[in-house]
């Protein structure tokens, strides 16, 4: 491992201020922390679109152990402001390895804070809650650093949507990858067509939607709902997809209004993470922030339909409300916290799931849903 010399100092909004050594990029950043219990993944964390604006402190204490390579990237570049670990390894091991995380980030601009206790961190987080800070190569002052964070926006003040989706529609053709050959799979022939609304999806869901045989065009998120009503009625689209994205859903006012007309219009849809809370509040039950979040790929939630326990990837700070089964069933329950994790919807065809079928985390135990879109589009 390289010797360190680059400190990094830490304020967090609660007071605390840290030291530690950088390995990523020299910057001072603003963003909200939170903690990931994943124990592999960070790249696919780092290139998810649903953590810009996020610090992401790792509670695995080993990373960079196998590098970066560019088949793992869950979108073009990096989105979280920054990622923090206990210990930093530079030398890589893994024969799939094209570079270190570390030149990584510093290619993509991105803090790499390390040389930190992250157990204290994530015991601070559990107990105060997700919060804002600031990390800075540049400034040691902690006054400083305080002032600039208290006039700094907060992550819900921030439309992060219109920066991580896509400025222009596209095909996207690519299936799963092979763990066995290491490569992608052929796309199978798609038997029914759909359109992805982009909040800032993950490569690998329009993966296994292919995958699940439909084909997949993905479009910004300044969508135009009467013309997806108009394709779905001349069946140019069977269906409509709602992605996962960062930041506070209630921020999303024109998509929410848009969402809202394909509802009345009764187009198939299936949402994932920020997708599933756009449909609970465009059907009129707002989200509410968790404390700290659900972040990791080791998370239990029961399929009430079957009675099995699936072991889920999560990432989101906000939920949907308790009373949305005023209008929908509950399919899905998270048992760390019984939060609601899936809902199907009584008088439309539309469900979706709060956790992320896609990640593997079982490994393949939440793949089944994709198909289930396929069967709702098909009846």
């Known amino acids: 491992m390289k010797v360190l010399t680059k400190k990094v100092w830490l304020y967090f909004e609660n007071g605390t201020f840290l030291e530690a050594h950088s390995f990523g990029a020299e910057d001072t950043v603003v963003g909200e922390i939170v903690f990931n219990t994943s124990m592999s993944g960070y790249q696919e964390v780092m290139s998810d679109p649903s953590y810009a604006g996020q610090f992401v402190t790792f509670t695995m204490p080993e990373i ?13 570049s990096a989105h979280a402001k920054g990622m923090i670990v206990r210990k930093y ?15 990584f980030l510093k290619e993509q601009n991105v803090m790499g804070i390390c040389d930190i206790d992250t157990r204290y ?34 992550i819900e003040d921030i439309n992060y949507i219109e920066q991580v989706s ?26 029914a067509n759909i359109a992805v609304l982009d909040f800032g999806v993950k490569r690998n869901i329009l993966n296994e939607l292919v995958n699940a045989k439909m084909s997949v065009e993905v479009i910004p ?21 709602l992605s996962n994205g960062p930041g506070d859903p209630l921020v999303l006012k024109k998509e929410q209004e ?17 997708g599933h809370q756009l449909l609970s509040i465009s059907h009129g039950y707002d989200t ?53 994790e899936g809902l199907k919807y ?34």
């Open 64 to 76: 960079g152990n196998v590098g970066v390579n560019s088949q793992d990237m869950e979108s073009k």
């Open 89 to 103: 390894q530079d030398r890589y091991s893994n024969f799939r390895a094209e570079a270190s995380l570390a030149s």
């Open 121 to 154: 961190i994530t015991k601070m987080l559990r107990k105060e809650g997700a919060m804002m800070m600031i990390a800075s190569t540049e400034i040691s002052d902690k006054e400083e650093l305080k002032n600039i964070l208290a006039q700094s926006p907060r």
């Open 166 to 191: 896509t400025k222009t529609a596209y095909k996207h053709t690519q299936s799963t990858y092979d763990y066995r050959e290491f490569d992608y799979n052929s796309a199978p022939t798609p038997e």
């Open 221 to 241: 998120n300044n969508f135009s709902a009467e013309n997806l009503i108009d394709r779905y009625n001349k069946k140019e689209i069977d269906g409509v997809f």
């Open 258 to 274: 848009e969402i809202k007309k394909l509802i009345a219009a009764k187009v198939p849809m299936f949402g994932i993470c920020l």
């Open 288 to 340: 509410y922030k968790l404390k700290f979040g659900h972040h990791g790929g080791n998370h239990p939630v029961k399929n009430i339909k079957t009675g099995l326990v699936e072991i889920t990837a999560q990432n989101h700070n906000y939920n949907v409300p308790q009373n949305i089964v005023e209008v929908a069933e509950v399919t899905h329950l998270n048992l760390f916290d019984n939060t609601i």
């Open 346 to 379: 009584n008088n439309a065809p539309i469900f979706s799931v709060q956790h992320h079928p896609e990640a593997s985390p079982g490994p393949k135990e939440s793949r089944y849903i994709f198909n289930e879109f396929l069967s709702l589009i098909k009846r």
